[in-house]
């Protein structure tokens, strides 16, 4: 029987479950070129994270964090390596029902604008074209509430809502397909310390009844701590170091004695007496 050599793997269920790792980085390349240059980014950098870690991804500016977060969706592909999510290729994240796989909470939530807010959550639903109007409704309210907002806002747009409102909208949109890993890009920038803490209270509550891998990039140091199991560093085009925060804190490199130990690290790391969670 002849096979067509175009036809595209199937994403496999079964990879998804028996799968060792999460997320498996192995020997990534990124390389970004131009007529003029060529710009090397990671060069060999290897991470691996396990079902129910919250890893947050730190470095300095142009050590490619969000780049990497990208390219764990499959929305950007390095120039060699590979990454396997859930057993899978990441290209594979394409194939019908494979994005369902992996939500993610873009920094500045990335809501359509003409859509309201229950339009917004139900849109990935939306898109697969087999499910009735009704379920569908439903399942946006269920995650409405689940992100702590009342139905008296579904039907508002994302030019009345606050900033915080708008993360836990994005947020909802991103676990409306029950996704088992979750990728967050910044999600406190830009709140104030209230609905900052809030929504990091929310985070970890999802984390724990969910049972969410998460993969996180962020510079709030407070949000690093209070969420964190495990931190991984990005300096000198790799991986430099991965690690509970305690001993991450304690690897002799100049970035990490800035990030962590200057007079902003000091404070926020009260938070690791406060949150053991995170040690």
């Known amino acids: 029987m002849s096979t067509n050599d175009n036809t595209e793997p199937e994403f496999s269920e079964d990879s998804m479950f028996d799968a060792p790792h999460v997320v498996e980085i192995q020997k990534l390349w990124t390389v ?30 142009g050590t490619g964090k969000t780049v990497l977060l990208r390219q764990i969706l499959g929305l950007e ?14 290209a594979q994240l394409g ?23 229950l339009e917004n959550i139900a849109f990935p639903l939306r898109e697969l074209r087999s499910l009735p109007p009704q379920l569908i409704r439903d399942a946006a309210l269920v995650k409405l509430q689940m992100v702590g907002l009342g139905a008296e806002h ?14 836990r909208v994005a947020l909802a949109r991103a ?10 890009d910044e999600p406190t920038a830009g709140l104030d310390p ?4 809030g ?30 199991t495990r ?11 991965s690690g509970p925060p305690k001993d991450v804190i304690a690897y002799p490199h100049p970035f990490i004695h800035d990030f962590f130990l200057g007079e902003r690290g000091q404070r926020a790391m009260e938070l690791l007496r406060e949150y053991p969670f995170a040690v």
């Open 32 to 61: 970004f070129k131009t007529a003029a240059s060529e710009a090397t980014v990671h060069r060999d950098l290897d991470l691996v994270i396990d079902r129910g870690e919250v890893v947050s991804l730190v470095g300095g500016s």
């Open 77 to 90: 592909t390095p120039a060699r390596g590979t990454i396997n999510v859930l057993g899978n290729p990441v």
């Open 95 to 117: 194939a019908k029902g494979a994005a369902s796989r992996v939500g993610m909470l873009f920094q500045h939530g990335a809501l359509f604008s003409a859509f309201n807010v």
């Open 154 to 167: 579904a039907h508002k747009m994302p030019s009345d809502l606050s900033g915080g409102m708008v993360k």
């Open 175 to 184: 676990l409306i397909m029950d996704p088992p890993l979750l990728l967050l």
């Open 194 to 197: 209230e609905s900052s803490d």
């Open 199 to 228: 929504f990091c209270i929310l985070l970890r509550s999802l984390h724990r009844e969910l049972g969410l891998t998460v993969v996180m990039v962020t510079h709030d140091l407070d949000t690093l701590f209070e969420l964190s």
């Open 231 to 241: 931190v991984a560093v990005l300096a000198d085009q790799k991986v430099i170091v």
